[in-house]
C-alpha cells in the first residue's frame, strides 16, 4: 500500500480529544433510520422510526424518533450540545434535501414502482456511480458545503441552531462494534452494501483511536452481491437476506456450476460479475433456490474468511469486532468465530444502518471502551399506561402475582405466550422483554408457528438459554460468549440440545442462541429458569412479538393489536396475562 493512500485512509479515523457532552446521534440513510442520546459517556437510549412509524426498515429523516427521545428522556432542545450525523455522502445530499426520494426507495423495496420510481429511487440509494464516490471525490466535495444545511431544515425549530457535525459512514460501524466492548486493543472490519463509497474496511483500534488500514470501493461489495441474489430469488433487498442464510442449509453449492465472482487475495476484495439485477437473475436461472442460496452463502464464507484470516495474520490482532449489515448472516460470524487465528470475536448488537446513530455518538465522544450496560434502551411502560390499554381492548385480563412463575406454567404446558415487558430492545432482535415464546421440544414449530404470524422463513427460530448451563447445549463457545448474549451467531449443537430441544436446532446442527444472565434481564432470566425447574430443559424458543413484515411492537397498543392478529394462547403484558 502505497504512502499517499494510507494517508488518505488515516483521515477517517478518530481523533484523541475526549468530548464529554450531552448528544445526539442521527443515522438518516435509506434503511431503518434512528436516533441516539448520549449522557457524557453514558449511552441513555436509542430507538429506530421503524418502531413508531411501523413501516419496517424505514429510511429519510428520523423525525418521530427525535421527538420521542426527547420528550421520553425529559429534555429540552436547550439540553443537547451538539447533534452528530453518520454520513458524509451516503444518503446523497440530493435525497437529503428532497427526503420523498427516500419514501421511493421504500416502495420500490415493496415492489410498488415503475420505471421512473425505480431510477429515482437508485438515485436515493447511491446506486448510481455518481453517488457511489468517497467523500474526497469530486462529487462529495462537491456536497460538502450543503451537508448541515440540509441536516438543519429537518431539525426542530429550538434545534436548528445546534452544531452538526458528520462521520464517515464505516467510522461509525467501526466505533460501534469497538466502543461497546471491553478490550482496548481490536481489529473492527466492518462490510455492508456501501456507505460512503465504501463496501469493507478494516482497522486497528487502540487507545481510543481507530485507524483504517485498508477499505474496499462500493463497486466490490460482498454485499450488495448477496442483496442482489437475495432479489434474484424473489426475495426484498435489505430485508430478506436471512432468509437466504436460512435457505442455504437445504442446498448442494456444488450443483452450482457457477465460478463466485470475487478475487480475495492479499486481504484485497474484487468483485468481477455484474451489478444488474437481470443479469444476476439469468446467470441463476437455471438453478434451484435452495443450491444458489447454498452457493452464494458458501461463496461469500470461503471469501470473507479468507479476508479476515489475511488480515488478523498480518496485524496480529486475534481480537475481532464487527459491524454493518453483512455481519447479519449469523452462520458467517461462527466460521469467523472458528478460524484459528482469531482469539475472540464480538458483534455490534444494531450491526446494520440501525445501529449508526448510536455509532456517531460513540466515535464524536470516544468513551474507555466497554460492554454495553443493557440493549434496552427504548421505551418503557408503567403500569397505569397497559392498563389503560387493556382496558380499551375489550380483552378479559386478570393481574398476576407472579408473572414469570405463571408464564413457565404455561409454557411447560405447549402454550405460545407473546410477552411484552419493560424497555423495548434496541437492534433488530428481541431479547425477551418483546417477544413470543415456546417451548423448544416441537420440531415443526417453525412451519406452523411462522404460518400462524403469517411469516415465511427457512432459518429456525431461536433458544434463550440460561447462561450456566450453555455448555451443556453449544459448542466452541470460547470467544463468542459475549456476543452469543445478543443473538448474533450460531453454534454447533451438543447431542443433548439436539435431542431435548429439536425445535431450534437448524438443519446443519447449529443454534442461534441468545445466552441469558440475571443481571442482563432478570425477568427473563427468572421465565426460563421457572421453566427448567418444571422440565429440566434449560432453553426457550424466543422469536421477535411481531407479525409478518411488520416491525417489534413498541406499546402496549401494539402488543395487544398484534396478539389479536395473531390468535396466540396468551399475552403477559407487564404483570398481567391474557
Known amino acids: ?35 441516539a442520546l448520549m449522557d457524557k459517556e453514558r449511552i441513555v437510549s436509542a430507538i429506530n422510526e421503524e418502531r413508531i412509524v411501523r413501516k419496517k426498515l424505514i429510511g429519510g429523516f428520523p423525525t418521530h424518533s427525535l421527538k420521542k427521545i426527547l420528550s421520553y428522556n425529559k429534555l429540552k432542545e436547550k439540553d443537547i450540545e451538539v447533534i452528530l450525523v453518520s454520513g458524509l455522502c451516503t444518503p ?7 427526503r420523498s426520494l427516500q419514501k421511493t426507495e421504500y416502495d420500490v423495496r415493496k415492489k410498488k414502482y415503475n420505471k421512473f420510481t425505480k431510477v429515482l429511487s437508485d438515485f436515493a440509494q447511491g446506486k448510481l456511480k455518481i453517488q457511489t464516490s468517497k467523500p474526497k471525490s469530486w462529487f462529495g466535495m462537491l456536497e460538502k458545503p450543503f451537508l448541515k444545511a440540509v441536516i438543519r431544515k ?39 452494501g456501501c456507505g460512503d463509497g465504501v463496501s469493507f474496511t478494516v482497522n486497528i483500534c487502540k487507545d481510543r483511536k481507530v485507524k483504517r488500514i485498508y ?92 479476508v479476515v484470516q489475511y488480515w488478523v495474520k498480518k496485524t496480529g490482532v486475534g481480537d475481532l469486532v464487527v459491524a454493518g449489515g453483512l455481519f447479519a448472516n449469523v452462520k458467517l460470524n461462527q466460521l469467523i468465530h472458528e478460524l484459528p487465528e482469531v482469539n475472540s470475536i464480538y458483534v455490534f448488537p444494531h450491526m446494520g444502518d440501525g445501529g449508526l446513530a448510536l455509532g456517531a455518538c460513540l466515535a464524536h465522544t470516544k468513551p474507555k471502551p466497554k460492554p454495553l450496560d443493557t440493549l434496552y434502551l427504548g421505551p418503557t411502560y408503567d403500569d397505569k399506561e397497559i392498563k389503560t390499554a387493556l382496558d380499551k381492548s375489550g380483552l378479559k385480563f386478570k393481574k398476576t402475582k407472579n408473572v414469570e412463575k405463571e408464564i413457565a406454567k404455561l409454557l411447560a404446558k405447549g402454550k405460545v405466550i407473546a410477552r411484552f415487558n419493560g424497555a423495548m430492545e434496541f437492534g433488530p432482535r428481541a431479547l425477551g422483554n418483546r417477544s413470543i415464546l415456546y417451548h423448544t421440544k416441537d420440531p415443526s414449530v417453525n412451519d406452523w408457528l411462522n404460518k400462524k404470524l403469517k411469516r ?4 429456525p427460530f431461536a433458544p434463550a438459554t440460561l447462561w450456566k448451563k450453555r455448555h451443556e447445549c453449544y459448542k466452541n463457545l470460547e470467544g463468542a460468549e459475549f456476543t452469543a448474549c445478543n443473538m448474533t451467531i450460531t453454534f454447533n449443537c451438543t447431542e443433548k440440545m439436539k435431542k431435548q430441544s429439536a425445535g431450534v436446532v437448524h438443519i446443519d446442527g447449529t443454534a442461534r442462541p441468545q445466552l441469558v ?44 393489536r398484534a396478539f389479536k392478529q395473531s390468535k396466540l394462547d396468551h399475552l403477559a403484558i407487564g404483570e398481567y396475562l391474557i
Open 154 to 192: 429537518d431539525l426542530p425549530q429550538k434545534l436548528k441552531g445546534k452544531e452538526i457535525k458528520f462521520y464517515d459512514h464505516h467510522l461509525c460501524h467501526a466505533t460501534g462494534a469497538y466502543f461497546t466492548q471491553e478490550k482496548d486493543h481490536v481489529l473492527a472490519i466492518t462490510a455492508d
Open 215 to 306: 477499505e474496499a470501493k462500493a463497486k466490490d461489495s460482498y454485499g450488495w452481491f448477496y442483496g442482489l441474489i437475495t432479489m434474484a430469488l424473489g426475495f426484498q433487498w435489505h430485508k430478506h437476506e436471512g432468509k437466504v442464510t436460512g435457505l442455504a442449509a437445504r442446498g448442494n453449492a456444488k450443483n452450482v456450476k457457477l465460478e463466485f465472482p470475487f478475487i480475495s487475495k492479499k486481504g484485497e476484495v474484487k468483485y468481477l460479475g455484474s451489478h444488474m439485477p437481470n443479469d444476476i437473475k439469468k446467470m441463476i436461472s437455471s438453478y434451484s433456490m435452495e443450491d444458489v442460496a447454498a452457493w452464494v452463502q458458501t461463496g461469500l464464507e470461503e471469501h470473507v474468511t479468507k
Open 1 to 35: 500500500m502505497d504512502i499517499k493512500r494510507f494517508m488518505n485512509l488515516m483521515e477517517y479515523s478518530c481523533s484523541e480529544k475526549v468530548i464529554k457532552t450531552r448528544i445526539i446521534g442521527i443515522i438518516d440513510s435509506q434503511n431503518d433510520c434512528g436516533v
Open 456 to 459: 415465511t422463513e427457512f432459518m
Open 517 to 560: 444472565k440475571k443481571e442482563d434481564n432478570e425477568s427473563f432470566y427468572n421465565i426460563i429458569k421457572e421453566y427448567h425447574k418444571i422440565t429440566g430443559i434449560p432453553s426457550i424458543i424466543n422469536t421477535s412479538f411481531n407479525m409478518h413484515e411488520e416491525p417489534i411492537v413498541m406499546t402496549p397498543e401494539d402488543a395487544i
Open 92 to 98: 446523497p445530499v440530493f435525497a437529503r434535501q428532497f
